[in-house]
């Protein structure tokens, strides 16, 4: 899937002056710029309006080097479209954040959305490409709110497809658990989330989806659901899973969250590998919160694979 990034002169201002979300708009060469927490004045609005009108360039035409970078999948949506689209529902996700953090002080971090949106301007599929957030509540809570946005239609008649980073703000600071920590904790207990993949409770191997078609949906990574050699089906899940976790006192895993950039994750895979990493006792991090990220491969790996956090937060 090709993935819309944006380039913008000037950030999006979609954030409000009391939200702990911030909307982060991609820079030119890479660098994300983030944007202040104030709204838009009408003036700006309207100047974002006439640019739409009349800049966007039709299908067919060479697009002018104005400060923008768009990829899409025949449709395509301008920096304008995507934060008019966004706009209404900003306060409902930031109280996906706010419910979890007044019970976790501690949850905050990164996520980046992926969209796919339809002809008609509806989600048609988003998912977390990444995620250090930590909190699975909250990105489901987060999904469920991108999927009821409403988009204007894309210009070319076509899908478009785009990405939107979102940064959620912790009232305490975690301790980061460096890559070789990570991933030793991580190898000690992650097999352990091999049955998930098999909610009818199939025995596999841990982190293998056993007889799984790999033969997934086109350039998705993602695998076919599956018979096992038991007759169950396995879940179709990404190949490359990437999990954070919370770690708290005496070493008990406190929160979980997941992301995958090849695709959506099974509603039942999280909830049973939230629910399986809670039982998890990893080193005591000694009156501290520790924050670490691991990349599970649900295909072709016996133990799992760890590494720190690469999203900060």
């Known amino acids: ?50 640019h739409r009108r009349t800049s966007a360039p039709d299908v067919g ?35 996906c954040h706010t419910r979890e953090l007044g019970r976790h002080h501690y949850v905050g971090g990164k996520i980046e959305m992926a969209f796919v949106v339809a002809p008609d301007g509806s989600v048609k599929r988003v998912h977390l490409n990444h995620s250090n957030l930590g909190a699975h509540r909250v990105e489901s809570c987060l999904l469920d709110v991108a999927r009821g946005l409403i988009f204007p239609e894309p210009r070319g008649g076509g899908d478009a497809d785009f990405t939107l980073p979102l940064e959620f703000r912790a009232r305490r600071a975690s301790d980061i658990w460096e890559q070789s920590v990570s991933q030793s904790e991580a190898d000690a207990h992650v097999s352990s989330l091999a049955a998930c993949a ?28 599956a ?22 006192a005496r070493g008990q895993a406190l929160s979980a969250g997941f992301a995958a950039v090849d695709g959506p994750i099974d509603d039942a895979w999280v909830q049973c590998a939230a629910g399986a990493i809670s039982a998890w006792m990893l080193s005591d991090p000694r009156g501290r919160i520790a924050k670490m990220q691991f990349t599970y491969q649900t295909m072709g790996q016996p133990e799992g694979q760890a590494q720190g956090p690469t999203q900060g937060g």
Do not use: F, H, W
């Not at 923008?68 to 900003?90: A, C, H, N, S, T």
């Not at 018979?227 to 708290?248: E, F, H, R």
């Open 1 to 50: 899937m090709k993935v819309l990034r944006i380039c913008l002169v000037a950030p999006m201002a979609v954030a409000t002056a009391a939200s702990a979300l911030t909307v982060i708009a991609v820079g030119c060469g890479g660098t994300p710029a983030v944007t202040e927490p104030s709204s838009p004045t009408s003036e700006e609005l309207e100047s974002m309006g006439r």
């Open 61 to 95: 035409e060479e697009e002018p080097d104005d400060g923008m970078q768009i990829e899409g999948l025949g449709g395509r949506l301008d920096p304008y479209d995507i934060q008019q689209g966004i706009e209404p529902k900003v306060a409902d996700l930031n109280r």
């Open 198 to 225: 098999n909610p009818d409770g199939a025995d596999t191997s841990a982190g293998t989806n056993t007889g799984t078609n790999t033969d997934g949906p086109a350039g998705t990574g993602v695998t076919d659901t």
């Open 227 to 248: 018979m096992t050699d038991t007759g169950s089906k396995s879940l179709s899940l990404p190949a490359t899973i990437s999990v954070t976790v919370y770690v708290g």
